[in-house]
């Protein structure tokens, strides 16, 4: 009997273990933390916001020391990463390899430090636009950097290489997964990088973005996007796809096939859907999407072409109001939180499919509640436009773009948008409400059911936005709608 108690106790403690190693090895989905934003949360009350809505997995686009500071002893599986602009310095030299893997990865890598697991070397250095910048920095700065964590002794630490999925494709002949490869033109280098990976045991990581399909092609079929759409299914052989992340992914595995690496592990970097910024980026696409995505790939049924539980980080966990608007307005609206860590909805990151709400930042401090608009009582509005498209090109006004969530407001309020969103970003100076009289500053909120007029989190610094987002915003459209109505 004593030896029955003791076997039934030790399966319960292997049940335990096994329960435990599953927790923190990653069966779970990530997140991306951007922080390209004005005001940024302090780190700490960011990463008590990532333990508070159970996420264990974590993706950084590089590697901050106050973020490392705060991520210390939370045993959060965290990938650092290599900024692009930063790859010719690592191909070329070893040495600065080793210098910052002992700073940024030896230097934490102690009992209660932080669990650092991955490091992604670039991020989509061979996209189409960047028009081979990057090309030959790529593998041997992966190489460099993986070299530098094993003579450090963190060969358990991975070194990979975040694609975006324009590297593969299929022919428009023949357009299914089971006739996925890589692009021509990089196709010899993509292999080469797979090979290493291979042989490190590394993962190919790959972003996915349903959404960019949608809104790059009108007759897309929306339902297609969605993972609990009614839209026909699309058969390639034996296999039937209801979703074009499935199609996608399935691609790259047929491509992976047909360069000799079937079974190379493939891990989704980043994946999500924006809340604003287009006529199709909204909370509840957003919501349905993400859910049915966390379900999906949590549910251990994978895809048609490889079974089992997909590895995954969302995109994105923040807001970040000084992304570049080049690919769409879109861009700074990923975020399942705002700007200030409140959730935009209901979204169960477990997978147990509990109509769950997310858990807000704690004790965030704002800027007094204050608001710079369009003074009523101006009548000279000659140099509207000029200021208008001044506190655009240096804050933030994609909310105003077609199909966006303050694309309703009038002509006044548009210029009060986007007087008050400078006004903002700038600490609310009183100077900075001024535009040549046009003006005020108002402590009655703007903000309607739709549309908010923010005021930023004390904490902080001004970072000015780059004026070639100004005019990619003119290419959108959405700035002479703005003036003209």
């Known amino acids: 009997?004593?030896?029955?108690?003791?076997?039934?106790?030790?399966?319960?403690?292997?049940?335990?273990?096994?329960?435990?190693?599953?927790?923190?090895?990653?069966?779970?989905?990530?997140?991306?933390?951007?922080?390209?934003?004005?005001?940024?949360?302090?780190?700490?009350?960011?990463?008590?916001?990532?333990?508070?809505?159970?996420?264990?997995?974590?993706?950084?686009?590089?590697?901050?020391?106050?973020?490392?500071?705060?991520?210390?002893?939370?045993?959060?599986?965290?990938?650092?990463?290599?900024?692009?602009?930063?790859?010719?310095?690592?191909?070329?030299?070893?040495?600065?390899?080793?210098?910052?893997?002992?700073?940024?990865?030896?230097?934490?890598?102690?009992?209660?430090?932080?669990?650092?697991?991955?490091?992604?070397?670039?991020?989509?250095?061979?996209?189409?636009?960047?028009?081979?910048?990057?090309?030959?920095?790529?593998?041997?700065?992966?190489?460099?950097?993986q070299q530098a964590l094993n003579?450090?002794?963190?060969?358990?630490?991975?070194?990979?290489?975040?694609?975006?999925?324009?590297?593969?494709?299929?022919?428009?002949?023949?357009?299914?997964?089971?006739?996925?490869?890589?692009?021509?033109?990089?196709?010899?280098?993509?292999?080469?990088?797979?090979?290493?990976?291979?042989?490190?045991?590394?993962?190919?990581?790959?972003?996915?973005?349903?959404?960019?399909?949608?809104?790059?092609?009108?007759?897309?079929?929306?339902?297609?996007?969605?993972?609990?759409?009614?839209?026909?299914?699309?058969?390639?052989?034996?296999?039937?796809?209801?979703?074009?992340?499935?199609?996608?992914?399935?691609?790259?595995?047929?491509?992976?096939?047909?360069a000799g690496y079937p079974d190379v592990k493939i891990m989704v970097g980043e994946v999500g859907w924006p809340t604003d910024g287009d006529k199709n980026a909204n909370v509840k696409n957003a919501k349905r999407f993400n859910q049915g995505l966390i379900h999906h790939v949590l549910s251990g049924k994978g895809t048609p072409a490889r079974k089992g539980k997909i590895e995954a980080y969302l995109f994105s966990l923040i807001d970040e109001n000084a992304k570049s608007i080049a690919p769409g307005c879109f861009e700074r609206h990923w975020g399942i939180f705002e700007y200030d860590g409140k959730p935009k909805y209901e979204l169960d990151v477990s997978g147990s499919r509990e109509n769950k709400g997310l858990v807000a930042a704690e004790g965030v401090k704002y800027m007094v509640r204050r608001w710079?608009?369009?003074?009523?009582?101006?009548?000279?509005?000659?140099?509207?436009p000029d200021s208008i498209n001044y506190a655009c090109s240096m804050s933030d006004c994609t909310a105003l773009g077609y199909g966006s969530s303050c694309n309703h407001l009038s002509v006044a309020g548009n210029a009060s948008y986007a007087f008050n969103m400078y006004y903002q970003v700038n600490n609310q100076q009183s100077w900075d409400c001024d535009f040549s009289g046009l003006g005020i500053e108002t402590e009655e909120d703007p903000s309607d059911d739709e549309c908010l007029f923010p005021v930023m989190i004390a904490h902080g610094s001004s970072l000015a936005l780059h004026r070639l987002d100004f005019l990619a915003s003119i290419v959108g459209g959405w700035m002479v709608f703005l003036l003209m109505v």
């Not at 291979?198 to 092609?217: E, K, R």
């Not at 710079?372 to 509207?384: A, H």
């Open 151 to 258: 003579n450090e002794g963190l060969e358990s630490v991975k070194a990979t290489v975040p694609f975006n999925a324009d590297i593969y494709y299929s022919p428009d002949s023949n357009p299914v997964p089971s006739a996925g490869d890589f692009r021509a033109e990089v196709r010899d280098l993509t292999i080469e990088i797979i090979q290493y990976l291979h042989s490190n045991d590394a993962p190919f990581t790959v972003n996915i973005y349903p959404f960019l399909s949608l809104y790059g092609n009108a007759y897309f079929p929306m339902d297609y996007a969605f993972f609990d759409g009614s839209n026909k299914p699309i058969k390639d052989g034996n296999n039937v796809y209801t979703n074009v992340f499935d199609a996608n992914f399935d691609t790259l595995v047929w491509a992976l096939d047909r």
């Open 372 to 384: 710079c608009v369009l003074n009523p009582n101006t009548d000279d509005l000659e140099d509207l």
């Open 1 to 145: 009997m004593g030896e029955a108690r003791l076997s039934c106790y030790h399966l319960l403690v292997l049940f335990l273990v096994m329960w435990m190693s599953m927790r923190s090895s990653g069966f779970g989905v990530g997140v991306n933390w951007g922080t390209m934003a004005t005001h940024q949360l302090p780190p700490e009350k960011v990463v008590r916001m990532l333990k508070d809505n159970g996420f264990r997995k974590l993706k950084l686009f590089e590697a901050d020391e106050r973020i490392l500071e705060a991520l210390t002893g939370t045993h959060i599986e965290v990938m650092l990463a290599i900024p692009n602009y930063m790859l010719p310095e690592m191909s070329e030299d070893p040495s600065v390899a080793t210098s910052w893997v002992q700073a940024n990865v030896s230097s934490y890598s102690y009992a209660g430090g932080v669990n650092i697991k991955y490091v992604a070397v670039g991020n989509e250095p061979f996209l189409q636009t960047y028009n081979g910048t990057f090309l030959k920095y790529t593998l041997p700065a992966l190489k460099n950097i």
